[in-house]
């Protein structure tokens, strides 16, 4: 009797670790997760009157351009330890690791003269404690939303690892009802929505614009010559 009860033991052994075999290889998934990448990404310095009010600007553009992707979780101004204006010395990496920013950016604003900026930024890791990028973008003061875009780019494609989209522009047709007249106007703008401006004069029908492979120019179709023009 006891020789059957060890035979039938063993055989409920077997089974139940043939089972736990298949469960543990019964594998589903149904969703991927991912998580905001902590950054801070304190305000940019400047020297001059002129350079701290680019500086506030461009930082906000920023911001703007990187909140607006749901990829990344900012740590507050609040919860900074070191202050600001060492940063361009060395970053503190513990202080920015104890307040959870794993990625560190900062930068400044340099009047280059003859109308033009200097937009200078680091990207540091502080879990590695070292700098994974550094750039300088130089641009006519009156396009310095467009500097901005390119830096908010540049930190995106390192963190990110795909190309960014801040630094891009959209073209389309607007379309404006007014009883039965219905005017239609080639317009562009940046992907944010600013520098709006309209292309045509709205006196002809016009659809299907395209921006050439170069960037340089568009393409779209005007019904008042029956034939594509490029703008």
Partial sequence: ??????????????????TMARAALDIKITKGTLAPIPIAIPPLEGESSFEKKMAQQIHEIILQDLKSCGLFQFIPESAYIQKIETLQQS??????RLIKADNLVSGKVIDASSGQLRVEFRVFDTIRELQIEGKAYVGREDDWRRVAHKVADAIYKRLIGDDGYFDTQIVYVS?????KKRTERLAIMDQDGANHRFLTDGKNLVMSPRFSPDLKHIAFLDYAHNKPRVY
């Fill in 91 to 96: 970053p503190h990496y513990s202080e920015w």
């Fill in 175 to 179: 379309r404006e009802q007014k009883g």
């Fill in 1 to 18: 009797m006891t020789r059957i009860f060890k035979q039938a033991f063993f055989v409920f052994l077997c089974f139940s670790s043939c």
